[in-house]
């Protein structure tokens, strides 16, 4: 945990402790990275996290903690969409991790031809120098399989980026989290979504609410809900073909 979260945390309890009884019932470490936190600790982190959030939307420590600790409504409407369908039923009881130990990356760059949704996911994890390694593990959500939901959630990110074909600029990664929270209705993706754009010029505000915004309220609305899919299973799915089935469509280009 870093040094900013593990603070917070520290003054949640203390604040929780001046403010309850000391009653409280114990609580059970369910999965390996949780963190069990009482009622009002967990409230105080989020507000603590959502302020944080508010003034810097790049910390994205608070931002998730801010999701864990608000999300579990959401979280529970995610895992039930999952268990409506086979695909996210079969995710449910398999419970695949999109990390570099358990996806042979070499073995996409070498054997998926070109233009397949395996073929541009590795090119775009290339092209931005990044890898599904550094997602942050979940902590604060007290349900083993809802804290899975929400890992799920965090790992599947960078595959929206390739079905959409929006990179990470800030105008872009904004216009994504409209496009989650359209999904999903995490409650983090909506300030995300409301706050990002506080730091962009009057242009690029008018890009983004003319261009990127209708496109992602109407896409994230009505294509097929992302967490049901199990991706690993459709690398060898030509991208375009991948798309029509999800009923994706790329943003319309942004005049400069």
């Known amino acids: 945990m870093n040094r900013h979260l593990s603070s917070t945390l520290l003054h949640a309890r203390a604040y929780s402790r001046a403010a309850a009884p000391p009653t409280h019932r114990q609580i059970t470490k369910l999965y390996e990275t949780h963190v069990p936190v009482s009622t009002p600790e967990k409230v105080v982190l989020a507000v603590g996290s959502a302020f944080t959030a508010l003034i810097n939307p790049l910390r994205g420590d608070m931002v998730a903690t801010l999701g864990e600790t608000t999300g579990r409504r959401f979280l529970t409407s995610m895992r039930d969409q999952m268990l409506s369908s ?18 042979d990356f070499d073995k996409l760059r070498k054997e998926c031809a070109p233009n397949t949704f395996g073929a541009a996911y590795v090119s775009w994890l290339d092209a931005e120098g990044v890898t599904p390694d550094t997602r942050s593990p979940v902590r604060f959500v007290d349900d083993e399989e809802l804290a899975y939901v929400m890992k799920r959630y965090r790992e599947i990110h960078d595959f929206f980026h390739t079905l959409t074909g929006l990179g990470v600029t800030v105008e872009e990664e904004i216009a994504l989290k409209w496009f989650e929270w359209a999904q999903t209705g995490l409650p983090m993706t909506m300030l995300s979504s409301l706050v990002g754009p506080l730091r962009l010029s009057l242009a690029e505000k008018q890009r983004l609410f003319g261009t990127y915004v209708p496109w992602a309220l109407q896409t994230g609305a009505s294509a097929t809900p992302l967490m049901t899919v199990y991706f690993e299973d459709h690398f060898d799915v030509p991208l375009d073909a991948l798309r029509a089935q999800l009923g994706i469509s790329t943003p319309p280009p942004i005049q400069n």
């Open 86 to 103: 086979s695909s996210g039923r079969r995710i449910l009881r398999e419970r695949p991790s999109i990390h570099t130990s358990t996806i």
